[in-house]
């Protein structure tokens, strides 16, 4: 499963990684199922990853999606064993499946311990899918289809914005793997051609409300007293202020979610993939406004060296970030610690780190990358899962 964001890379490495684990378990006496951790009304609002799966033939009636599965009844009855990809912390509704949790692949810091018995791969890397190929890499041989290999070679590419190092994204591992998936696999379509037609998905916000732009891509951080609200936004930030209706719009999203703040975080790359950031916050409290702008202001860790944009709106403080390295990963601790907030988040897109200096053993001339890597294919996942149902033993056997 997915972080809650749903985005391409929870989407995909969800998929490789269950149905791999269905083609490689001996002997095959449980059901791999990749959950899309969104309701399945919400999908059309990932419009980058419906572009990818539409593109390779997977139909929309082929996902499980969160609403369409009872997890908390499965782990109850002694039947779940829960992999968690592109995150590693449980929102507060989910904590009792932490107990079922037996791997864990993400690509961000660190937040929480796990039992040793939970097998833990965290790499500050660009993409959930360079840890899913790494894994499948170290996997037997003959797994690996065209399907799949598209499918993680252009998540990674999206996440690291054409393996681009303006943009601060990429690391050696995520170049290496998309050569690996490449060398397998020659006829994938070339970078530029995968990585601009993604983008254009992703930042194609026709057509959508501003309810829908909101919930896009939206995570929130929360104390006892106050949750916050982030949204990606995908638009320069003085279209936004100036869409219809705009004011009642985020007023009544706001109070149908209990947020008391909404920062709107904009970001667009120019043709050298270089990032543009700007961001607003809104909030009918004033004090409150003016507490989450003051600490956004004075962050040092990192500066975002913000520089003050005209608003329409009292309510809504706009700015041009200078630090366009710092996304919105970057910015949740900030704004975590204005609130006073408890660790973990809940619901969105999750944005990049900076590349870290790669461990001297990854990139190994024997490491299990420089082996083929075995596929995966996400359209076989629930005839697989069928045929692995009927197989199955009692429940009183092997979860």
Not at 208 to 234: C, H, P
Not at 260 to 278: D, G, H, I, W
Not at 283 to 295: F, I, Y
Not at 320 to 342: D, E, H, M, Y
Request: one cysteine or more.
């Amino acid at each position: 499963m997915g972080n809650e964001a749903c985005d391409l890379d929870s989407t995909v490495s969800a998929l490789a990684l269950a149905y791999f684990l269905a083609k490689t378990s001996v002997p095959p006496r449980a059901a791999f199922i990749p959950v899309l951790n969104i309701p399945r009304t919400d999908f059309a609002l990932r419009t980058e990853t419906t572009f990818l799966l539409r593109e390779h033939s997977i139909p929309d009636s082929s996902l499980i999606f969160r609403d369409e599965i009872d997890l908390a009844g499965l782990h109850k009855a002694g039947l779940l064993s829960l992999t968690l990809v592109d995150h590693h912390v449980l929102p507060s509704a989910d904590a009792a499946l932490e107990e079922a949790v037996v791997d864990v692949l993400d690509h961000r810091p660190l937040e929480r311990e796990w039992a040793p018995s939970c097998q833990l791969t965290v790499e500050l890397v660009g993409s959930c899918a360079t840890l899913v190929t790494e894994r499948i890499a170290q996997g037997p041989p003959g797994v690996l289809d065209q399907t799949t290999a598209a499918l993680l070679h252009g998540t990674i590419l999206l996440d690291s914005v054409n393996l681009s190092p303006a943009a601060g994204k990429v690391t050696p591992r995520d170049v290496l793997c998309v050569s690996l998936l490449e060398s397998r696999f020659p006829e994938l379509p070339p970078h530029d051609s995968i990585y601009g037609a993604l983008q254009a998905a992703k930042f194609d916000v026709s057509g959508l409300t501003t309810e829908q732009m909101l919930r896009k891509d939206l995570k929130t951080v929360s104390s006892d007293e106050q949750v916050l609200a982030t949204s990606g936004i995908y638009m320069d930030i003085e279209l936004f202020l100036r869409r219809p209706g705009l004011l009642e719009d985020l007023e009544t999203f706001c109070q149908a979610r209990g947020y008391s703040v909404l920062v709107a975080m904009t970001v667009s790359f120019n043709e050298c993939y270089e990032p543009k950031r700007q961001l607003a916050v809104y909030s009918q409290h004033e004090a409150l406004r003016s507490m989450v702008c003051r600490a956004l202001e004075e962050a040092t860790t990192p500066a975002l060296q913000l520089q003050a944009l005209p608003s329409p709106w009292p309510c809504i403080s706009a700015y041009a970030q200078g630090n366009t390295l710092a996304s919105r990963k970057k910015v949740l601790p900030i704004l975590r610690a204005a609130l006073g907030g408890r660790p973990g988040t809940t619901a969105g897109l999750e944005e990049e780190v900076a590349p870290p200096p790669t461990p001297m053993n990854s990139l190994v001339e024997e490491s299990p990358l420089a082996q083929a890597v075995p596929p995966v294919c996400p359209q076989a996942v629930l005839e697989r899962v069928s045929r692995m149902a009927a197989e199955q033993p009692p429940p009183d056997s092997d979860k």
